[in-house]
Every structure is written in C-alpha cells, then in structure tokens.
C-alpha cells in the first residue's frame, strides 16, 4: 500500500482512493490488508474533510473516495456514482483533559453544559477546515450555549497538545484523533449533544475499473472490516 499526502499519477494497476485523515488509522490497516487478500494494489491519499470534497466536486482522478457528510457539491458534480453511497463506519466526538485531572461528568446533555461553561478554556480544531470543528460548532449551538463560549475558545491543529501542555482545560476533537499520551480521554459527547459524523464511500464515476473498485468498496464496510474500525475508535456501519 502506498499513503500518500498529495495527489499523483496513478499506475493502471492500483486503485486510488482520497479520503480525509481521519479515516487514516483505519484504512492503513485496512488498505494493506485488502492487497494481502486479493493481490490488488490500493493507493490511498490523505487530506482534510472539506479538501476532499473539493478534490471530488472539482473533478480530480480518483477510483474511490470517502467523505463526510453533507456533500451536495459532490453529489451535483457527476464526478461520483451517487447509487454506490457506502456507510463504512461512524465517529464521535470525544472529551479530553490533561493527564491526572479530573474527569468532568459528560453523561448528559446538561451535564456537558454545565462542563462547557465552568471550563476556563476549550480547545478544538478549526471549523474552517476541519470536520470535527463543524461538530464541535453544531454541538454549542445545540446547548443554546454558542455565544457564551466564544472568550474561551482556541481553535487549533492539535487541540490535546494546548491541554496536554496546560494551554487549555477540555479538548473536543474525533475520538480516533485522541491518542496524546499527555491527556485522559473522557469519553464521547452524547449522541443527543453531538451526533456522529459517518464516513460514506463511493466509486468514481469515472473508475478505471467501476468493478474492482465497488468491489474494495465492499470490503471496506464488510464485517470483516469492522473489527478494525472498533479498534481505531470508531463504530462500524451507518
């Protein structure tokens, strides 16, 4: 398998799939296990949420692409086979704090408003490019809180870096994003407070070989991939 940052020519004999980064824990085992399997090479390229969906709206080669919802764009583009729409795995958005603190309750929505507004400071990743921001964003505005929080918000690349380092109290970031040694992971929002972002794939409308990649599609959301997706923090299915 070959992960790759930036997009470049593809070889015939592989497929190429753009997904965003945080689906990369799980098709880098993913990935290398479905070319153990079928002897077909997988080339996977990496960006953030809304990168992708341009790079697919905008017509850039691909075989198979994973985004996260809402994308009209692509879905109006034709640059994707709108009918191979694949759940492959959901994720949430996770609580942290810095290593040994206290762990606040998130069990409910109004225990999660009562952590959000004693907290000195937040930190999660810019809206602007990151999906998980967008879910943190829709979440404030679920509690009716969204103005009130606005001085103790820091937008930043790698949130559980400002808490590991005491920079901020709570991070809210994907659960499979929550691997800083210097923080405790708290658990997920409630599904009530944030609902879980999917991952969907789809075949290019413009595949090299529609069959060979519906059919790394197919492996992708089988039950013999799910353990994996379990195991990165996520929850397989829709």
Same mark, same amino acid.
């Given at each position: ?68 919802? =809402?994308? /009209?764009?692509?879905? $109006? @583009? %034709?640059?994707? #086979? !709108?009918?191979?729409?694949?759940? &492959? ?35 999660? =990743?810019? /809206?602007?490019?990151? $999906? @998980? %921001?967008?879910? #943190? !964003?829709?979440?404030?505005?679920? &509690? ?95």
């Amino acid at each position: 398998m070959v992960l790759a940052n930036s997009h470049g020519a593809r070889a015939q004999d592989e497929i190429t799939v753009l997904a965003p980064g945080s689906i990369r824990q799980a098709l880098g085992q993913l990935a290398p296990a479905y070319e153990q399997k079928t002897g077909q090479k997988v080339k996977v390229t990496f960006g953030s949420g809304a990168g992708t969906k341009k790079q697919a709206a905008q017509g850039d080669a691909f075989d198979v692409i994973v985004l996260q919802p =809402p994308y /009209p764009e692509v879905l $109006a @583009s %034709g640059n994707v #086979v !709108n009918e191979s729409a694949t759940p &492959l795995a959901t994720v949430s958005i996770g609580v942290a704090v810095r290593k040994g603190a206290a762990k606040p309750d998130i069990s409910t929505a109004d225990a999660v408003k009562r952590m959000l507004l004693a907290a000195s400071s937040i930190a999660y =990743p810019d /809206p602007a490019g990151a $999906a @998980s %921001g967008v879910s #943190v !964003n829709d979440a404030f505005k679920k &509690l009716g809180i969204a103005e009130q929080l606005q001085p103790k918000i820091k937008l930043a690349m790698a949130p559980l870096t400002l808490v590991a380092k005491g920079d901020a109290e709570i991070a809210l970031a994907y659960l499979v994003d929550m691997n800083d040694p210097g923080v405790d992971v708290v658990g997920p929002l409630p599904r009530d407070v944030s609902t879980p972002t999917a991952f969907v794939g789809f075949v290019s409308a413009h595949a090299k070989d529609a069959a060979a990649a519906k059919a790394l599609l197919d492996y992708l959301a089988s039950p013999e991939a799910a353990p994996v997706y379990t195991a990165k923090g996520m929850q397989p299915g829709s």
